[in-house]
């Protein structure tokens, strides 16, 4: 243990961070601090351990052989001091944290919170809403629940629910949709850089292709098209999940029926080698009944 005297840990905590992230930026939000104080930091971890933790390129920082091996043993390590961390607390605290993605929470968690707070008085929930893939970990980060293929290392997962697909739109809009054919004729509204799934998820078993679809705006992210889809502004091929507060409010409607899976589906994420405690189980529980209605 002599030679950890001489490292400075929050430097070892940057880099086991940008290593299990894969990007400075995601271990800055974690870590509540700057991009550039993460790379300060990693320049100082590479400096005490007199060796190359990254491999540096115009697409990203990627770990060295050397420098993932050690990331290994800083996320077991780590996570053994957050767990050593919980047992401090009083075990009386019934606060848990659940890690969600700010588009989850807007669009479907928030109005079910109540029934969760009526089902379960004693249990005070706090939403930690963020689009950085948080690592759970006792004491911390209680759960997370994410969208996406279930293979993120380092933590047990548990597949909620798949998710499918359908196009969206105003009920006004509606009125000019007659056929999939009829899609060339009114806006098409996207969200850049979707990385789950495109259109041909829903065209292809009917026959078609994007080659039918018009242009239309383009937006960030996909609360802003299921709102300018609401507004009128055009299609959007929508979450079944997020987009069902909106159609049962008959803000939006369905364009065209059929509703079709994708690749991607919400996970229950918990940290390794954890047992479940008594009150984010009472919170898994109910997320499961809620997203399988």
Same mark, same amino acid.
């Given at each position: 243990? /002599? +030679?950890?005297?001489? #490292?400075?840990?929050?430097?070892?905590?940057? *880099?086991? @961070?940008? &290593? !299990?992230?894969?990007?400075?930026?995601?271990?800055?939000?974690?870590?509540?601090?700057?991009?550039?104080?993460?790379?300060?930091?990693?320049?100082?971890?590479?400096?005490?351990?007199?060796?190359?933790?990254?491999?540096?390129?115009?697409?990203?920082?990627?770990?060295? /052989? +050397?420098?993932?091996? #050690?990331?290994?043993?800083?996320?077991?390590? *780590?996570? @053994?001091? &957050? !767990?050593?961390?919980?047992?401090?607390?009083?075990?009386?605290?019934?606060?848990?944290?659940?890690?969600?993605?700010?588009?989850?929470?807007?669009?479907?968690?928030?109005?079910?919170?109540?029934?969760?707070?009526?089902?379960?008085?004693?249990?005070?929930?706090?939403?930690?809403?963020?689009?950085?893939?948080?690592?759970?970990?006792?004491?911390?980060?209680? @759960?997370?629940? !994410?969208?996406?293929?279930?293979?993120?290392?380092?933590?047990?997962?548990?597949?909620?629910?798949?998710?499918?697909?359908?196009?969206?739109?105003?009920?006004?809009?509606?009125?000019?949709?007659?056929?999939?054919?009829?899609?060339?004729?009114?806006?098409?509204?996207?969200?850049?850089?979707?990385?789950?799934?495109?259109?041909?998820?829903?065209?292809?078993?009917?026959?078609?292709?994007?080659?039918?679809?018009?242009?239309?705006?383009?937006?960030?992210?996909?609360?802003?098209?299921?709102?300018?889809?609401?507004?009128?502004?055009?299609?959007?091929?929508?979450?079944?999940?997020?987009?069902?507060?909106?159609?049962?409010?008959?803000?939006?409607?369905?364009?065209?029926?059929?509703?079709?899976?994708?690749?991607?589906?919400?996970?229950?994420?918990?940290?390794?080698?954890?047992?479940?405690?008594?009150?984010?189980?009472?919170?898994?529980?109910?997320?499961?009944?809620?997203?399988?209605?």
């Amino acid at each position: 243990m /002599k +030679k950890l005297s001489q #490292i400075n840990l929050s430097a070892l905590r940057a *880099f086991e @961070a940008v &290593a !299990r992230l894969g990007s400075v930026r995601a271990a800055a939000i974690e870590l509540g601090v700057t991009a550039g104080a993460v790379s300060q930091q990693i320049l100082k971890a590479e400096a005490q351990l007199g060796r190359q933790l990254f491999e540096r390129s115009p697409k990203g920082m990627m770990p060295t /052989k +050397k420098g993932e091996e #050690i990331a290994q043993y800083l996320t077991e390590g *780590f996570g @053994a001091i &957050a !767990r050593g961390v919980a047992l401090s607390e009083d075990q009386s605290d019934n606060t848990i944290t659940i890690s969600v993605a700010p588009i989850f929470a807007a669009k479907w968690l928030v109005r079910r919170l109540g029934d969760f707070s009526k089902a379960n008085p004693n249990i005070r929930l706090r939403i930690d809403a963020s689009s950085v893939n948080i690592t759970p970990e006792p004491g911390d980060v209680d @759960a997370c629940i !994410r969208v996406g293929m279930g293979d993120w290392p380092g933590v047990n997962v548990e597949e909620i629910i798949n998710q499918r697909v359908f196009p969206v739109c105003s009920p006004q809009l509606a009125n000019q949709i007659s056929s999939v054919a009829s899609l060339k004729d009114v806006p098409i509204i996207r969200e850049k850089n979707n990385q789950w799934f495109n259109w041909d998820v829903w065209l292809s078993p009917n026959g078609a292709s994007e080659d039918v679809l018009g242009t239309g705006p383009v937006f960030s992210d996909a609360s802003l098209c299921l709102d300018a889809a609401a507004a009128g502004q055009g299609v959007f091929l929508a979450l079944e999940t997020l987009a069902r507060d909106a159609l049962d409010q008959s803000h939006l409607v369905a364009a065209l029926p059929g509703r079709f899976p994708t690749k991607v589906s919400y996970w229950f994420v918990e940290p390794v080698g954890h047992k479940r405690s008594d009150k984010v189980k009472a919170f898994r529980d109910w997320i499961f009944a809620e997203l399988q209605k």
